[in-house]
């Protein structure tokens, strides 16, 4: 059964410039978690969708969106990029959500994002 | 506002020496305690989900073990290819709107020394 995958592995783009970001999850799974990671601030959630819906939202400025498609593929999406969105972007997919149930979170590779 | 605390931040290891990493958490009505593993450059991978007080899981070197405030990793005569670091993560109750997101800890860096 193939993982998650994650496209493009690196970027590297300029301040101002905005970047896209594409996940798709384990067949099966409907729910793709967003997070950022960085040495200082570790992983940090961005956002869950479910069934093409945005079900929550961490604590990260409007910049940051993404959305879900009936495929249950995803992508995320950085506006007006800053130096300290250089990060590591991992998606995480999973069965249900967690609807009813715990439900374990499947990790891509991440895409390396560097932002000059 | 759920906290989860990783400790020893880093730790170093022979060959063999067994040990323990610990994982801290404050959360209302915690539904579930994940481990990762993640090497360096690449995603975490999962290792264990451990849902109440006093469950136990094993994966080869590896036992994790859940109290009502932590939860310990504990790593039975490691080995070099154990070097990597550990994410602990909890999840809070789900609250219908969608609440499943997970609140990771800044993970203990293990490194095991031939």
């Known amino acids: 059964k193939a993982g998650v995958t994650q496209t493009p592995r690196y970027l590297i783009k300029t301040r101002g410039q905005q970047v896209t970001l594409s996940c798709s999850p384990i067949?099966?799974?409907?729910?793709v978690s967003w997070y950022q990671q960085t040495p200082g601030q570790g992983l940090q959630f961005l956002f869950e969708?479910?069934?093409?819906?945005?079900?929550n939202k961490g604590n990260f400025p409007g910049r940051f969106s993404g959305r879900q498609f009936s495929n249950s593929r995803s992508e995320m999406n950085v506006s007006t990029l800053e130096l300290g969105d250089s990060a590591l972007y991992l998606c995480?997919?999973?069965?249900?959500?967690?609807?009813?149930?715990?439900?374990?979170?499947?990790f891509g590779p991440g895409t390396r994002l560097t932002v000059l | 506002e759920d906290q989860v605390t990783q400790s020893p931040e880093a730790l170093r290891l022979q060959e063999g020496e067994s040990s323990s990493l610990n994982c801290s958490y404050t959360?209302?009505?915690?539904?579930?305690l994940f481990w990762y593993r993640q090497d360096p450059g690449k995603g975490p991978e999962f290792l264990f989900t451990?849902?109440?007080a006093g469950e136990e899981k094993e994966k080869e070197r590896l036992k994790a073990t859940l109290t009502k405030k932590e939860s310990f990793l504990h790593i039975t005569a490691p080995k070099p290819e154990d070097s990597a670091t550990y994410l602990c993560?909890?999840?809070?109750?789900?609250?219908?709107?969608?609440?499943?997101?997970?609140?990771f800890g800044k993970g203990t860096k293990l490194s095991v020394i031939p």
């Open positions: 995480a997919s999973s069965r249900t959500g967690g609807t009813g149930r715990v439900d374990e979170q499947f």
């Open positions: 067949s099966g799974h409907r729910s």
């Open positions: 969708y479910f069934s093409e819906t945005q079900r």
């Open positions: 959360v209302s009505g915690l539904r579930g």
């Open positions: 451990l849902y109440s």
């Open positions: 993560a909890v999840q809070a109750p789900y609250t219908g709107a969608g609440s499943y997101q997970l609140t």
